[in-house]
C-alpha cells in the first residue's frame, strides 16, 4: 500500500492509524518510511512522470525553476483535475523546448484537455500524440516543425482551437479536418501548405476566426464558403494565391475581421461591403470597377468601419467623395488604383484618422488646409499625385511620416514642418518644384528627402532657373561689388575690435556670472509628503534629460529643476509605488508628468537606459507613452506626456485634479453630444454615463491585451489599479507605470507582491514557501477585475461600506452575483444612462476576472472580446 503525500485529505491519521494496527513492527516502519520519505521523483506511468520525463528529454532542467522532486501539480504551467490525479492543462511556451517530441511522453496524458507548447524550438511530434482525443486547446505555434500535417487530426474531435502557426508545415491541409466539428479558431497561418482551399473545413459550422495567411495555397474559394460559417467572426486569407469574386463572400453575415489581401480575386467590390465588418483589407488583388458607389449601398453600417484598405488593384472612378458617415476610420489606404483626375476627397470629418494612404491616385489641386484637422494622423502619403500649389501648414502634432514626393507643389516648404519633420521617423519632399533652407540638412537627407533640390539657401528646385546663360559683362560688374565690399567689411571690423576692448573686462564678468548661474550645484535634496528623495549629481547642467522625439533638444536635469520649480511639493501630482510624479514645462512648451523612480535600482545605468528607451519604442493609443528619461545619481526619471484629464482614482473616488475643496466643483456638469457621447462642460460628472464607463475598460482592456500578447517578451503591469488609468486630452483611456518594476529587478517583488490595497490577487495573500508568487499575467487580470467593478458599482475596493463578512469590494459583488442580485451593486449615477443588462454582463466579466484560482481567470485577449460584445451602440 503507497500513500501518496501530495493529497491532503487522502488518507486520513485514523485511517493510517487503522492499517499500522493490522501490521507486524517490519511493516509499521516500512509504512512510516513511505508515507514520511521526500518525493524524489515522479512514480512511473503516472501524469507526472511522463510530463517530467517530456521535459528532461526536451531539455529542460531544474536550474530552469522545475522541481521535478515536487507533486507535479505543483508545477509552473501544470494544471490538474480536482482529484489531484491527472494533468488536464500544460502550458510550456516559451521554455526553450527543443527537438522532436520523443514518444511515450506527453502522449500518455489521456485526459490532457489543453496543450501549449507554443515558442520553442520543436522540430516533429510522435505518433502517440494523436491519441490526445480530450484535447480542446492546442497551441503549437512559434516553432520548427516541418512535417506534413497528418490526417490523425481528425482524432481530435473534441477541439475547439488549434494554432500551428509560424512553423514550417507543407503539403495539403487534410480532409479529416472535418471531423473537428467543434472547432471555433483555425490558425495555420505562416507556413508552406500548398493544396487548394481545404475544403474539409467546410464541415466545421462552429469556427469563428479562421487564418490561413501566408501560405501557398491556390484554387477558388468552395461554392456555399460563407454559408457554412454562420458564426464566423475573422477571416484571414491575405498572401496565398486564392482566386474569387466579392460574391463570394456575400453569405458570411457575422464577420467583423476580412483580409484577403495579396490574392488573385477580381470583379467589383460593391458585394463586400455589408454588415457588420469593422476591418476590410481587400489591398493587392485585380478587384476592378467604380468604388464610389460602394457608398451609396444603404445596407452597410458605414459608422463601424475602423480599417479599409483597397490599395493596388484597378478600381476606377472617383474616390468616394462623401465619408461623413465613417467617423470611426482610422486607417484609409487607397493607394495604387486608376481612379479618374479628381481634387482631394473631403477627409477632413475622419478625426479619428491615424494612417491616410492615397498615392498614386491621380489627385490634382491643392493640398487641402483642412487636412490639419486630423489630429490623430500619425501616416500621410500623398506621394505620385498631381498635386499643386503650396504645402498647407500641416500642424498635425503625433505625425510621424510624410510622403509628398512626385508631385507639382511649389514654394516654401512651411519653417514650422521643416522644425518637425527632423523628428519624425521618415519624410520625402522630393521631386516637386519647392524652395527650402538646405543648410539645416545633412548631404544624406538631401539626397533622399530632397531630390530636385541644390544645396544653397534659399534655392528652388527647378532646373530651369539655373541653366539661363549670364549676361555680358556681368561678370566684371560682380568682381567690382565684391572688391567695394570687401573693403567696407575690413574697415567695420577694425572700428569693432577698437570698441570691443573697452568693453572686454565688463563682457568677462558677464560671462563668469552667466557661468556661475547656470552651474547649480548639487547634491540635490527633494521631500514629498511621505518621503525625502536625493538626486546624487554634482552639477545640474551636465546630467542629459534624453527626450525620444527631440533627440536634438539638449535638455539637462537644470531644465527638470525649472520646469517643476525645482520639484516643489506644488507641482507634485501623486505619490505612486514607484516614487512621486511632477507636472512640468520643458522648453518649446512640452507638457510633462515627471515620475522619480525613487527605489534603488539593481540596474546599472547602461542597463536602465537601454530598457528605458525600449519602453519608450512601446506604443498603444491606451498607454500613456513614454517620452523620455534622465538618469540623476541612483535616481531614474521617467517623462511622461501630461494627461490632461487625471486618472480614474480622481474621477472615480477623489476630487478632480488641482481642486482643493468641494466648491470649486460642484456645480460643473458633463453632458453627451451627438458625436462621441462626451462633452466635456465641467470636471465633476464625467463618469455619469455607462457608455463613457464602458469605454474606460475597454480601453484598459486594450491596453493590457496589448502588453500580455503583443509584446515579446511578454509586459506584465504587477499594479493595475483605478489610479494607474489616465483621461488624455480626448478623454481616451490610457494605463501608466507599464514596464517599469524590471527596472529594479527583484529587489522590488516583496513591495509589489503586497499590491496595493484592494486589488491584491488571492494567491499573493497565500504565499507558497513563506515566500510571495512572481507576478503573471492572470495577476494583471484580477488587478482589471477590480477596476472594472470600481466602473461599475462608483465604490472603493476598500474603506467603502461593506457587510462585515464580505469586507471588500471583490467579496460583497461577488456575493450578489453568485445570487442573481448583480444589479442591486450597479451605480446609481449610471442607472438608466444604458442597458441594464449590459452593466450586469459586465460585473460578470469581472466575476470571471477575480477568481480565486489563476487558472480560473480569463485572458486579456478573451475580455476585450467580452468587453466588445457588450458595447453599447452609438446613435448618429
Not at 208 to 215: C, G, P
Not at 522 to 542: M, R, Y
Not at 844 to 861: F, G
Request: hydrophobic residues 40%; neutral net charge; proline residues 5%.
Amino acid at each position: 500500500m503507497f500513500f501518496n503525500t501530495d493529497k491532503s485529505s487522502a488518507v486520513g491519521l485514523s485511517s493510517l492509524l487503522a492499517f499500522l494496527d493490522l501490521q507486524g513492527q517490519r511493516s509499521c516502519i516500512l509504512v512510516l518510511a513511505l508515507f514520511f520519505r521526500p518525493l524524489v521523483s515522479q512514480q512511473p506511468n503516472t501524469d507526472g512522470y511522463f510530463v517530467a520525463d517530456f521535459l528532461k528529454k526536451m531539455g529542460l532542467t531544474s536550474s530552469q525553476g522545475f522541481n521535478f522532486s515536487a507533486p507535479v501539480c505543483t508545477w509552473q504551467g501544470v494544471f490538474c483535475d480536482f482529484k489531484q490525479e491527472n494533468v488536464v492543462k500544460l502550458v510550456a511556451s516559451g521554455l526553450g523546448l527543443s527537438g522532436l517530441i520523443p514518444e511515450t511522453t506527453i502522449g500518455k496524458l489521456g485526459k490532457l484537455q489543453f496543450l501549449d507548447l507554443s515558442n520553442n524550438k520543436i522540430t516533429g511530434l510522435p505518433s502517440d500524440f494523436w491519441s490526445l482525443g480530450s484535447l480542446k486547446t492546442l497551441n503549437l505555434s512559434y516553432n520548427q516543425i516541418s512535417d506534413n500535417l497528418a490526417s490523425n487530426i481528425g482524432n481530435f474531435g473534441h477541439l475547439e482551437t488549434l494554432d500551428l502557426s509560424c512553423n514550417n508545415f507543407s503539403g495539403n491541409i487534410p480532409e479529416a479536418m472535418s471531423s473537428l466539428v467543434r472547432l471555433q479558431v483555425l490558425k495555420l497561418d505562416q507556413n508552406g501548405f500548398q493544396s487548394s482551399f481545404p475544403s474539409g473545413i467546410m464541415n466545421c459550422h462552429s469556427l469563428v476566426s479562421i487564418d490561413l495567411s501566408s501560405n501557398q495555397l491556390t484554387g477558388t474559394l468552395p461554392d456555399g464558403f460563407g454559408a457554412a460559417f454562420p458564426k464566423l467572426k475573422s477571416l484571414n486569407l491575405a498572401g496565398n494565391k486564392i482566386s474569387g469574386r466579392a460574391s463570394d463572400f456575400a453569405m458570411v453575415i457575422s464577420t467583423t475581421y476580412l483580409n484577403v489581401s495579396g490574392n488573385l480575386f477580381q470583379g467589383p467590390v460593391i458585394g463586400i461591403f455589408q454588415d457588420p465588418l469593422e476591418v476590410i483589407d481587400l489591398s493587392q488583388n485585380q478587384f476592378q470597377g467604380h468604388i464610389s458607389k460602394v457608398h451609396f449601398n444603404s445596407s452597410f453600417n458605414w459608422s463601424r468601419l475602423i480599417h479599409l484598405d483597397l490599395s493596388e488593384n484597378k478600381l476606377s472612378g472617383e474616390i468616394f467623395q462623401n465619408l461623413i458617415k465613417a467617423q470611426n476610420l482610422k486607417h484609409l489606404n487607397l493607394a495604387h488604383n486608376q481612379f479618374s483626375a479628381q481634387r482631394f476627397p473631403e477627409i477632413n470629418v475622419l478625426s479619428r484618422l491615424e494612417y491616410l494612404n492615397l498615392s498614386k491616385t491621380n489627385l490634382v489641386g491643392p493640398i487641402p488646409t483642412e487636412i490639419s484637422r486630423l489630429s490623430s494622423l500619425r501616416t500621410l502619403d500623398l506621394s505620385n499625385n498631381h498635386l499643386s500649389s503650396k504645402i498647407p501648414h500641416l500642424s498635425i502634432k503625433y505625425l510621424l511620416i510624410l510622403d509628398v514626393s512626385c508631385n507639382n507643389l511649389s514654394g516654401d516648404i512651411p519653417s514650422l514642418l521643416l522644425q518637425k519633420v527632423q523628428w519624425m521617423e521618415r519624410y520625402n519632399f522630393s521631386y516637386n518644384n519647392l524652395t527650402l533652407c538646405a543648410s539645416e540638412f545633412k548631404p544624406k537627407t538631401l539626397k533622399t528627402a530632397f531630390i530636385g533640390a541644390l544645396n544653397s539657401c534659399p534655392i528652388a528646385a527647378n532646373p530651369d532657373l539655373f541653366s539661363r546663360k549670364a549676361p555680358k559683362h556681368r561678370g566684371f560688374k560682380i568682381a567690382m561689388a565684391l572688391t567695394l565690399s570687401m573693403v567696407c567689411l575690413l574697415v567695420g571690423l577694425l572700428l569693432l575690435a577698437f570698441g570691443c576692448r573697452r568693453k572686454n573686462r565688463m563682457w568677462e564678468v558677464k560671462q563668469n556670472s552667466y557661468k556661475e548661474e547656470q552651474n547649480i550645484s548639487g547634491p540635490f535634496s527633494f521631500q514629498t509628503d511621505s518621503t525625502t528623495w536625493v538626486a546624487d549629481v554634482k552639477l545640474a547642467t551636465s546630467v542629459p534629460v534624453v527626450i525620444f522625439e527631440k533627440p536634438l533638444l539638449n535638455f539637462t536635469f537644470a531644465d527638470l529643476l525649472s520646469a517643476t520649480s525645482d520639484f516643489d511639493r506644488g507641482t507634485l501630482l501623486a505619490e505612486g509605488r514607484f516614487g512621486p510624479v511632477y507636472r512640468g514645462f520643458l522648453a518649446g512648451g512640452i507638457h510633462v508628468a515627471v515620475k522619480v523612480l525613487v527605489h534603488g535600482s539593481t540596474m546599472t545605468d547602461q542597463e536602465a537606459a537601454r530598457e528605458l528607451e525600449y519602453l519608450g519604442r512601446i506604443k498603444h493609443p491606451n498607454l500613456v507613452p513614454l517620452t523620455g528619461y534622465c538618469l540623476a545619481g541612483e535616481q531614474r526619471i521617467a517623462i511622461y506626456d501630461y494627461m490632461e484629464n487625471g486618472n480614474l482614482q480622481n474621477l472615480l473616488h477623489d476630487l478632480p485634479l488641482g481642486v482643493q475643496t468641494t466648491e470649486d466643483w460642484s456645480t460643473d456638469t458633463w453632458e453627451e453630444d451627438d458625436k462621441n457621447g462626451i462633452q466635456n462642460v465641467g470636471s465633476e460628472g464625467l463618469l455619469t454615463t455607462w457608455r463613457f464607463r464602458h469605454k474606460i475598460a475597454l480601453g484598459t482592456a486594450r491596453a493590457l491585451a496589448f502588453l500580455h500578447h503583443g509584446c515579446s517578451p511578454p509586459i506584465i503591469h504587477r499594479d493595475v489599479k483605478a489610479s494607474s488609468v489616465y483621461l488624455d486630452s480626448d478623454l481616451e483611456p490610457r494605463l501608466s507605470d507599464f514596464g517599469l518594476a524590471k527596472i529594479f529587478g527583484n529587489g522590488l517583488e516583496d513591495e509589489i507582491a503586497h499590491g496595493s490595497p484592494g486589488y491584491v490577487p488571492p494567491e499573493f495573500l497565500q504565499p507558497e514557501n513563506g515566500s510571495p508568487r512572481t507576478p503573471t499575467p492572470k495577476s494583471d487580470v484580477y488587478g482589471f477585475g477590480v477596476v472594472l467593478f470600481e466602473l461599475i458599482t462608483g465604490k472603493k475596493p476598500v474603506e467603502d461600506d461593506y457587510p462585515e463578512k464580505d469586507g471588500n469590494l471583490v467579496s460583497w459583488v461577488r456575493g450578489l452575483v453568485r445570487k442573481n442580485q448583480g444589479s442591486t451593486a450597479i451605480d446609481p449615477k449610471i442607472q438608466g444612462t444604458g442597458p441594464e443588462q449590459q452593466m450586469e454582463e459586465a460585473l460578470k466579466i469581472a466575476y470571471l476576472c477575480t477568481a480565486d484560482l489563476p487558472s480560473k481567470r480569463p485572458s486579456m485577449q478573451q475580455i476585450v472580446g467580452l468587453l466588445k460584445d457588450i458595447e453599447p451602440v452609438t446613435h448618429q
